[in-house]
């Protein structure tokens, strides 16, 4: 089964302070994908990777940026946190780009910015 | 049913009664995913359906998606307590597997 793993599942941060956030996929996907869910909108894509080296802008990118330094791992980096980025993200992966492609998404990691 | 600007929906219904959820979507899309969510854990996809197709299913899930009036449906046969989950469609307008997810609908089912 496709394994997807989040760290750290839960954070308190300081506004203003930098927040990363990590995750790691063992099923040798190129795709990697970030999203937040808050109540009343569902899911939402953040930032997408297709492969090592490459990230690209989702839906709501402002105030976050990505990093992708391998297959295994893409990071999603908050340098000025603000209360507003309050959420639970979620991390997934897929394989080849295509209609009908599963994402795998890992447990999720709930961020609280004081 | 769930999109766009439309609220969480929320659905109550008891063991052994018959369930369906509506989702509608604006763009076009050639597949619609429906993924459950359980309390405290990621999006897990359930069942999906292609624009070639009328109908889906998957043990007690059916799956239909109508692409002129650009909506689908899940259906739960017979629901069971285990089936208490939030449940959200979603489309990929970019084929490009960047998914847009619906605002989802939690569904209870009690004793």
């Known amino acids: 089964e496709a394994a997807v793993t989040q760290s750290p599942r839960n954070k308190v941060a300081v506004t203003g302070g930098k927040v990363t956030l990590s995750c790691n996929q063992t099923?040798?996907?190129?795709?990697m994908y970030w999203y937040r869910q808050d109540t009343g909108h569902g899911l939402r894509l953040i930032h997408y990777?297709?492969?090592?080296?490459?990230?690209e802008k989702g839906d709501i990118p402002d105030g976050y940026k990505a990093s992708r330094p391998s297959q295994e791992n893409f990071s999603l980096i908050l340098e000025l946190a603000t209360p507003s980025q309050t959420s639970v993200y979620f991390c997934?992966?897929?394989?080849?780009?295509?209609?009908?492609?599963?994402?795998?998404f890992g447990p999720g990691t709930r961020l609280l910015v004081l | 049913s769930q999109w766009g600007e439309e609220n969480l929906q929320a659905l109550s219904i008891q063991e052994g009664e018959d369930v369906t959820m509506n989702c509608s979507y604006k763009?076009?899309?050639?597949?619609v995913h429906w993924y459950r969510q359980d309390s405290g854990r990621g999006p897990a996809l359930i069942i999906l359906?292609?624009?070639?197709?009328r109908e889906k299913r998957s043990g007690r899930l059916r799956a239909t998606l109508d692409t002129s009036s650009q909506s689908s449906s899940l259906s739960i046969t017979a629901a069971q307590c285990e089936d208490t989950a939030v449940y959200f469609c979603?489309?990929?307008?970019?084929?490009?597997?960047?998914?847009?997810f619906g605002q989802g609908t939690i569904l209870k089912v009690y004793l």
């Open positions: 359906i292609r624009s070639n197709e």
């Open positions: 997934a992966s897929g394989d080849r780009g295509g209609a009908g492609d599963t994402q795998y």
């Open positions: 990777s297709y492969g090592a080296g490459s990230t």
């Open positions: 099923n040798n996907h190129n795709n």
């Open positions: 763009t076009y899309t050639t597949v």
């Open positions: 979603a489309t990929d307008p970019s084929s490009g597997q960047k998914l847009v």
